[in-house]
């Protein structure tokens, strides 16, 4: 038992081999990013519940399934975990978003929280946290803490690598919480990078190395 799902479709593992390439430019890794958040949506969304509701085809009525209950919430950790909320966003229109920023302190790397504007009743709604990495697991366990105090209650993490050393914390502190992720890389190196990781996700998405 690992403690997380691993999603690990050839595709998947093929698009993640180029982003983890570092002459991989920004607007491909992007472009990566968004086309493995969708099938990673695929699969996270596989058991979201379902109503039948009363329609009429150009045919005939029939009465056929449609998501059922409040929408769903995306929660990104800001900022990388935007790359895959917009992904998502797109497979999954009518969620709301919910926006968590969180910097790591250079000196003992906890979460700091900077920025936090979730929507309501989310005691209601299937709340999916999102952050392509998931390495010391400080800024996940620090989101989840924080929308767990805003009633979140169904929660999901979806990750794009993890570190055991990051699985292990958050399984500890939020046994409630199931983890998907398309791969489980070997550690972290000393500076709580993800090895062999990808570099910082967030500089890799939007330019800043
Ligand atoms: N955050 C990143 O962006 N990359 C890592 O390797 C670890 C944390």
Same mark, same amino acid.
């Given at each position: 038992?690992?403690?997380?799902?691993?999603? $690990?479709?050839?595709?998947?593992?093929?698009?993640?081999?180029?982003?983890?390439?570092?002459?991989?430019? @920004?607007?491909?890794?992007?472009?990566?990013?968004? !086309?493995?958040?969708?099938?990673?949506?695929?699969?996270?969304?596989?058991?979201? @519940?379902?109503? $039948?509701?009363?329609? !009429?085809? @150009?045919?005939?009525?029939?009465?056929?399934?449609?998501?059922?209950?409040?929408?769903? /919430? &995306?929660?990104?950790?800001?900022?990388?975990?935007?790359?895959?909320? !917009?992904?998502?966003?797109?497979?999954?229109?009518?969620?709301?978003?919910?926006?968590?920023?969180?910097?790591?302190?250079?000196?003992?790397?906890?979460?700091?929280?900077?920025?936090?504007?979730?929507?309501?009743?989310?005691?209601?709604?299937?709340? +999916?946290?999102?952050?392509?990495?998931?390495?010391?697991?400080?800024?996940? &366990?620090?989101?989840?803490?924080?929308?767990?105090?805003? $009633?979140?209650?169904?929660?999901?993490?979806? /990750? +794009?690598?993890?570190?055991?050393?990051?699985?292990?914390?958050?399984?500890?502190?939020?046994? $409630?919480?199931?983890?998907?992720?398309?791969?489980?890389?070997?550690r972290l190196n000393e500076k709580s990078y993800i090895v062999p990781g990808l570099g910082d996700a967030g500089d890799r998405?939007?330019?800043?190395?």
């Amino acid at each position: 038992m690992s403690g997380a799902i691993l999603i $690990d479709h050839p595709l998947i593992q093929h698009k993640l081999t180029i982003m983890r390439n570092k002459e991989t430019p @920004p607007p491909l890794f992007r472009a990566l990013l968004r !086309e493995i958040s969708f099938l990673m949506g695929y699969e996270v969304t596989r058991n979201m @519940p379902t109503e $039948d509701v009363e329609i !009429e085809t @150009p045919v005939a009525k029939t009465s056929q399934p449609k998501l059922a209950g409040r929408k769903m /919430c &995306i929660h990104s950790i800001l900022r990388a975990g935007n790359g895959l909320m !917009e992904g998502l966003l797109e497979l999954i229109p009518t969620a709301k978003v919910g926006h968590i920023g969180l910097y790591r302190d250079h000196k003992d790397l906890h979460a700091v929280e900077y920025y936090f504007k979730v929507p309501n009743h989310l005691d209601e709604r299937f709340n +999916l946290v999102v952050d392509p990495m998931l390495a010391t697991g400080n800024s996940a &366990i620090a989101a989840l803490e924080r929308i767990k105090q805003a $009633d979140a209650k169904k929660i999901t993490f979806l /990750c +794009l690598l993890a570190a055991p050393e990051g699985i292990k914390a958050l399984n500890e502190a939020h046994p $409630d919480v199931t983890i998907y992720t398309a791969a489980i890389d070997d550690r972290l190196n000393e500076k709580s990078y993800i090895v062999p990781g990808l570099g910082d996700a967030g500089d890799r998405i939007y330019g800043t190395l």
